[in-house]
């Protein structure tokens, strides 16, 4: 079955303890990106992938994170978190960055810092 | 700058019943693309329809359908026959060839009366 995974997909924590976020996708997309939904605010991004090796910054990237050695994986790392951090977090993939192509999510992983 | 508005935080339909929510957008780009989401309870983010913007036909997909007013510059969602299971929070977003991120609208959160 073609999908986005994310783990853990709940996860509460304290200030200042590093956590990953894991994203993986089984649909050889080229492009994955990561979101925040936070209430009355929509979906922002906070980094993206173009590719294996090649990421970027999104609109909020502060305090946050990213790698993509593989094609696959994409995760998400919180140095030191705070609680400005708390959201739901969602992992996206497409076949490629075109505007035609829709963005397949991960289930989302709601997180608290406390 | 690309947006997305929502003016519509929340709406009440009655089950059987047709409801458009509307979207409008704002970009400069000449090619983009307009997709809507379907956000459950559960939390995942479900892709319903997408929209081109050269796209000389408005987009239909069961029972979703995409009124698509390029002059306007808004791309309201149809539901037709409204069923208890389409209560959910709705995301309309956009993503302009020269953007590396779909934008979202804060979303409009639709609740089917039985």
């Known amino acids: 079955e073609a999908q986005v995974t994310q783990n853990p997909r709940y996860l509460i924590t304290v200030t200042g303890k590093k956590l990953t976020v894991t994203c993986s996708q089984n649909?050889?997309?080229?492009?994955m990106s990561w979101y925040r939904q936070d209430p009355g605010l929509g979906l922002r991004q906070i980094y993206y992938s173009m590719n294996v090796e090649v990421t970027d910054k999104g609109d909020v990237p502060e305090g946050y994170k990213v790698s993509r050695k593989e094609k696959r994986n994409f995760p998400l790392i919180l140095e030191s978190p705070s609680p400005n951090q708390t959201s739901l977090y969602f992992c996206a993939s497409s076949l490629r960055l075109a505007t035609s192509h829709e963005q397949y999510f991960g289930p989302g992983t709601r997180l608290t810092v406390t | 700058a690309q947006k997305i508005t929502q003016t519509q935080p929340g709406m009440f339909v009655q089950e059987k019943e047709a409801v458009t929510l509307d979207c409008t957008y704002d970009?400069?780009?000449?090619?983009?693309?307009l997709f809507w989401y379907k956000q459950p309870s559960s939390g995942e983010m479900i892709f319903l329809i997408y929209?081109?913007?050269?796209?000389?036909q408005n987009a239909t997909e069961g029972r979703y359908s995409l009124n698509f007013q390029k002059a306007r510059k808004s791309a309201n969602l149809v539901i037709s026959a409204s069923q208890l299971g389409d209560s959910a929070m709705y995301f309309c977003?956009?993503?302009?060839?020269?953007?590396?991120?779909?934008?979202f609208g804060s979303g409009t959160r639709l609740l089917v009366r039985p």
């Open positions: 929209q081109g913007s050269y796209d000389q």
């Open positions: 649909m050889n997309h080229e492009y």
């Open positions: 977003a956009m993503r302009g060839r020269s953007s590396y991120k779909l934008i």
């Open positions: 970009t400069s780009d000449p090619s983009y693309g």
